[in-house]
């Protein structure tokens, strides 16, 4: 069954670049059905959508991340990155990965990651 | 509106009924999904669409959507349903990714 997992550094100095990789695993990520998804939660509080992408170059972004924002797509690795520039010790957080299907009436995250611990600061 | 509406936290007693509900404008045009988390581990999908389970997911879990309001009902709670429970929409513009609610903290007494 399709597993996804992320990687990247725990521990991001401020002002600097928060980078992370999800690697799809049993499955391939140039299904024209999924978009492919990141999710943040930070120590004790609630989830937070930051921003999605299809194989083929769709990206959607939370506007409120927009700004310090890139996500990409690598077909030939199976991967999707994350890219937050400027980061702020309120960047700190759980990072997921997940894939999203989503319909004329619905959006779903049916499959995450474990998730990455992201700690900002120096 | 964007926003979804939980209450922080719900109670019930072990093998009763209990709705956890989640209000936002965009639930008059999208359905919600349900996520449930237990401490230390990453969110499961446990409903979506109008009344939809993935695979695994014991059916005392059931979704509704009334006006702006979305209920997930787990009937005859257990003591493994004790967890934070996530709503998610999308934006009133339909744009892909989540929307997610606060969260409610179930405890099953």
């Known amino acids: 069954q399709l597993q996804l997992q992320e990687s990247g550094p725990g521990l991001v100095r401020p002002s600097e670049t928060l980078s992370l990789t999800c690697t799809v695993f049993?499955?391939?990520?140039?299904?024209?059905?999924?978009?492919w998804g990141w999710i943040r939660q930070p120590p004790g509080k609630g989830l937070e959508w930051i921003g999605s992408?299809?194989?083929?170059?769709?990206?959607y972004y939370n506007p409120s991340l927009k700004s310090r924002l890139t996500i990409s797509v690598d077909t030939s690795n199976n991967q999707f990155s994350l890219k937050l520039s400027s980061v702020t010790a309120a960047d700190t957080a759980v990072y997921y990965c997940?894939?999203?299907?989503?319909?004329?009436?619905?959006?779903?995250?049916?499959?995450w990651g474990q998730g990455t611990m992201v700690t900002v600061s120096s | 509106s964007s926003e979804l509406t939980q209450d922080p936290a719900v109670s019930v007693a072990l093998g009763q009924t209990v709705r956890i509900t989640c209000q936002g404008d965009?639930?008059?045009?999208?359905?919600a999904s349900w996520y449930q988390q237990k401490a230390g581990q990453a969110p499961v999908l446990v409903m979506y669409?109008?009344?939809s389970r993935p695979s695994g997911i014991p059916d005392r879990f059931s979704g509704s959507t009334s006006g702006n309001t979305a209920s997930l009902t787990i009937t005859g709670a257990q003591a493994e349903d004790e967890a934070d429970y996530y709503c998610?929409?999308?934006?009133?513009?339909?744009?892909?990714?989540?929307?997610f609610g606060g969260g409610t903290k179930l405890t099953v007494l």
């Open positions: 965009s639930l008059r045009s999208y359905y």
């Open positions: 998610d929409s999308r934006d009133s513009s339909g744009k892909h990714g989540g929307v």
């Open positions: 049993s499955g391939s990520i140039s299904s024209r059905t999924y978009y």
């Open positions: 669409a109008k009344n």
């Open positions: 992408i299809h194989h083929s170059g769709n990206i």
């Open positions: 997940a894939r999203e299907v989503s319909t004329i009436t619905y959006g779903v995250f049916d499959i």
